[in-house]
């Protein structure tokens, strides 16, 4: 029988009634524990597991009663059936009172019980089962639950790190505009987006970017025409009307309170323009003071803007306003550091007239031949940082040898070929990056691997080196030196094919002549 696993608690002062009980029991392969009152009922739960228990009421120290109360109290799937020889209505509404399952009277019939155990048990399983599908589904909404907060959490974090890893990747103050409308549209699906700039003192705004779906502006040629005061720059928007004047409004409302706008729902106030249905304005601020703001425009759809757009957009504005900071920081650093560097170049040539603007030229034609040969945006700006300042390291070279009009001697030479050294280590100290240093040093190296400093050939030459090389030997012939006179253009160009595979890259050469023949340099 599946009910001769359970086990059955009997609880009574008679102990013929407790033997009887366990007798039969038995025999119908039940297990029985039995106790002579409510105390010793209580120490047998703590040994063993129960499935169900038949109690006498009057017992001495723990009635059974108060056993019924602290066995709902300690395990509530427990039914517990009262044998009773003196039924009272008040016992009655007791035992229900404290969770009775049955109320049997004295003297019980064996058979009678087993009946009771029979059903009582039946309905425990039941009731068990019940409570274990409660739990299982509550455990599973609790999953679900967690799962999705997960799951929310995961794509916030995604977005977040996306927001910072491409507003990091931006190099210029321009495109940090033009990036934050067009993921202002991305990420909250809305229909366009605005970058205002604010002039606080006069109350003027002006667009500078602008995206929608599949279309986006810059209007930095604004920038460059000036404020449009009293107003918003209507050039720069679809129309001019009074929407556009309540906008400014709502703008410089943003300004001055310096905290973001959100309108979920636009419910149709004057104030707010009226063929919008839900819009954010979030102010971006450098140093603590408002300087732009980024809107965000729906006008149609059933898309509408949730406190979470709002969160990401002014985490983007955040991110972005510390991008706008730091790159002017760095566009300041990097002038005075190209100033100073371009200073040294310009007490070289007051040392040697000879060299007289000789690096600004070679600047000149690398870049020339740079965007014949494909050099991207990256590349021509190496060269026009790296150009001029190529021959820097002969500030370290003493006059004697650098101003020395007649033909230097072996041990001068050497003494000559320190100077893309000293150039390359000068950029360096100053914090250039590792590119320009490159050039710096290499510009002196031969293809086939005879040059200076490192004996480089081929493609162990950089290749930006490898044009500034034919760029500079070029000028350095078509030049007056300290000792002797600028050579004939057609001798010049004799020399440098002559080198073709041997001082010069082949390329470089077949572009420069190339370019030479055109007329294209200088």
């Not at 001798?491 to 077949?510: E, T």
């Amino acid at each position: 029988m599946e009910d001769g696993t359970q086990t059955i608690l009997f609880v009574d002062d008679e102990e013929n009634i407790l033997d009887i009980s366990k007798e039969y029991f038995q025999q119908k392969n039940y297990k029985v524990v039995t106790a002579r009152n409510g105390v010793e009922a209580m120490e047998a739960l703590e040994k063993e597991k129960i499935d169900c228990c038949f109690t006498d009421i009057n017992m001495p120290e723990m009635d059974g009663l108060k056993l019924a109360e602290n066995i709902r109290q300690k395990d509530n799937t427990i039914p517990v059936i009262i044998m009773t020889g003196y039924p009272s209505l008040e016992n009655t509404i007791k035992t229900l009172k404290n969770g009775v399952v049955d109320f049997l009277i004295k003297p019980v019939n064996l058979n009678q019980m087993e009946l009771c155990v029979r059903r009582v048990l039946r309905e425990r399983r039941l009731f068990v089962e019940n409570i274990i599908l409660k739990k299982e589904i509550e455990s599973k909404l609790r999953i679900e639950k967690l799962n999705k907060e997960l799951m929310y959490k995961v794509e916030e974090l995604n977005c977040l790190n996306r927001i910072m890893h491409d507003v990091g990747m931006i190099n210029t103050s321009t495109d940090v505009y033009k990036h934050i409308v067009n993921m202002t549209v991305e990420l909250t699906k809305a229909d366009e987006s605005r970058f205002y700039m604010i002039n606080g003192n006069d109350d003027m705004i002006f667009e500078v970017a602008y995206s929608t779906t599949g279309k986006e502006r810059l209007c930095s040629e604004k920038i460059s025409e000036g404020l449009l005061a009293g107003g918003l720059d209507c050039s720069a928007v679809d129309d001019c009307d009074d929407s556009k004047n309540e906008e400014k409004k709502l703008i410089l409302e943003v300004v001055a309170d310096e905290i973001p706008l959100l309108v979920s729902e636009n419910g149709g106030p004057a104030r707010h323009p009226k063929e919008v249905l839900s819009f954010m304005l979030v102010p971006m601020k450098i140093h603590g003071k408002v300087f732009g703001v980024l809107s965000a425009f729906v006008k149609q759809g059933d898309i509408r803007f949730t406190r979470k757009d709002l969160y990401y957009i002014s985490f983007m504005t955040d991110r972005a306003a510390s991008a706008i900071e730091n790159l002017a920081l760095y566009e300041h650093i990097n002038s005075g550091l190209i100033t100073t560097l371009r200073a040294f170049v310009k007490a070289i040539e007051a040392r040697d007239p000879y060299t007289k603007q000789h690096s600004n030229r070679v600047t000149e034609i690398a870049v020339i031949m740079g965007e014949e040969m494909g050099c991207n945006e990256e590349e021509i700006d190496i060269l026009n940082i790296a150009g001029p300042l190529h021959d820097i390291g002969k500030i370290g070279i003493r006059d004697d040898v650098l101003l020395k009009p007649g033909k230097l001697t072996s041990e001068e030479f050497e003494i000559i070929k320190e100077h893309p050294i000293i150039g390359a280590s000068i950029v360096g100290q100053m914090g250039m990056w590792e590119e320009h240093q490159l050039i710096i040093r290499h510009h002196h190296e031969r293809f086939d691997g005879t040059g200076y400093p490192d004996n480089l050939q081929e493609d162990e030459i950089p290749y930006l080196s490898r044009i500034m090389s034919v760029a500079d030997a070029y000028d350095a012939m078509n030049s007056d030196r300290a000792y002797r006179k600028k050579m004939e253009v057609d001798k010049i160009l004799g020399i440098i094919q002559q080198g073709s595979g041997s001082q010069f890259d082949p390329q470089s050469v077949s572009v420069f002549i190339k370019l030479h023949k055109e007329g294209k340099i200088p």
